[in-house]
């Protein structure tokens, strides 16, 4: 299928199942490129540029990519998602990106979080921890109720931004993205409430049931599979808009690299001794993979990456009570990277994002 984008091809088609084949499933072949780095870097071409925003999954760590995007809002002195033509985001990337699309600012999002978080992640005496051996750890009563009253009946259609959200649909065994209606094939997600699909993306294994609000289907935390979003960003923007790779500025947000050494036992270790570790392993590898295929389309001049390397301990999805100690660490980050995050991202202004189908309200939320 030819796309818009001087001669871009994928292998994406019409599906029937969804409303457009995901957007990870397209086979991307890559367009010429024309124009210098240098020449995407003048002002006089700013405009012409397309800025994504990737943000990972990681619980609350969360914490650590809201405050970052506040402080570099402070910085700029204007929105965050007015520099970003696309936003995509897993699991608690995917809340993020929703509530920016939303028009919350970072520090709004912050504060969601920490006064949701000791309530979604409650653990009264340890139990839910010794319960999480057999049964997933939490409920999702509390999480569902801290995303209606942020989000209210909003639906994802309302969208000032266009959004790619992933999540598995464990019932048919796929992948499952939203997608705002930024192409006349996107014909359903935009009618679904906000809060569902941050719910349905931030379904984490083990930690929370499967989501089955959108139409009972048995949808998990898109970070089974997409962890770091960035892949599927581009190939959204490659396939379904038609921007070529050269116009393309990525910034993508990690919630910490945990610096461990992978003990030698695994070596030769079987099902329990991989029990422990098996998670970790693919979350990062998976996470590393996306990073270098994107850095090989982009170039490394136009990939920001920022994912701080810490403790494996500080590595955690559930401990509501380390939110000071994130907001302190993305401070520190900011800091360190806002030379570059300005130069590379902050003199581009997104232009206004026109969806295909008429922006629907939902129902009044008291």
């Known amino acids: 299928m030819k796309e818009r984008g001087r ?70 002195g204007t929105r965050v998602a007015d520099h970003f ?56 009563g509390s999480f569902q109720k801290a995303l209606q009253e942020t989000f209210g009946e909003r639906l994802f259609g309302e969208s000032t931004k266009r959004l790619v959200i992933p999540s598995f649909n464990l019932g048919e065994d796929d992948v499952y993205v939203f997608r705002t209606p930024h192409s006349n094939k996107l014909r359903r997600d935009y009618k ?50 038609g921007v070529s790779l050269e116009r393309t ?15 030698s036992y695994l070596d030769e270790g079987g099902r329990i001794v991989w029990a422990f570790n098996a998670h970790k392993v693919i979350l990062r590898a998976g996470s590393i993979g996306v990073d270098n295929q994107a850095r090989f389309l982009l170039g490394g001049e136009r990939l920001l990456r920022i994912d701080p390397k810490v403790p494996d301990s500080d590595v955690v999805l559930d401990d509501a009570s380390r939110a000071e100690h994130l907001i302190t660490r993305a401070r520190h980050h900011s800091r360190a990277f806002m030379p570059e995050i300005a130069a590379k991202f902050g003199q581009h202004n997104a232009g206004s994002y026109s969806p295909v189908y008429p922006r629907e309200k939902g129902p009044p939320h008291d």
Not at 55 to 63: C, S, Y
Not at 215 to 231: H, K, Q, Y
Request: a neutral charge.
């Open 7 to 76: 001669g871009a091809t994928t292998g994406c088609g019409d599906g029937a199942r969804r409303d457009e084949a995901p957007a990870a499933m397209c086979t991307v072949r890559s367009p010429p490129a024309t124009e210098s780095l240098e020449e995407w870097g003048t002002p006089a071409t700013m405009r012409e540029r397309f800025q994504i925003l990737s943000l990972d999954g990681g619980g609350i760590r969360g914490i650590f990519s809201a405050a970052l995007l506040a402080a570099i809002e402070e910085d700029l």
């Open 85 to 140: 033509d696309l936003i995509a985001g897993t699991s608690t990337g995917g809340i993020i990106a929703v509530a920016l699309g939303l028009g919350m600012s970072p520090k709004e999002i912050v504060d969601f979080y920490i006064r949701f978080g000791p309530r979604v992640f409650r653990n009264p005496f340890g139990v839910r921890s010794l319960q999480h051996w057999i049964f997933r750890k939490y409920s999702s």
């Open 192 to 241: 679904v409430p906000a809060w569902k699909v941050a719910l349905a993306t931030a379904a984490a294994p083990t930690y929370f049931p499967v989501c089955r609000a959108v139409d009972r289907l048995r949808l998990l935390d898109g970070g089974v599979w997409a962890n770091n979003p960035a892949m599927v960003a581009l190939v959204e923007a490659f396939g379904t808009l």
């Open 249 to 263: 500025w990525l910034l993508s947000i990690g919630t910490y690299d945990a610096v461990a050494g992978r003990p």
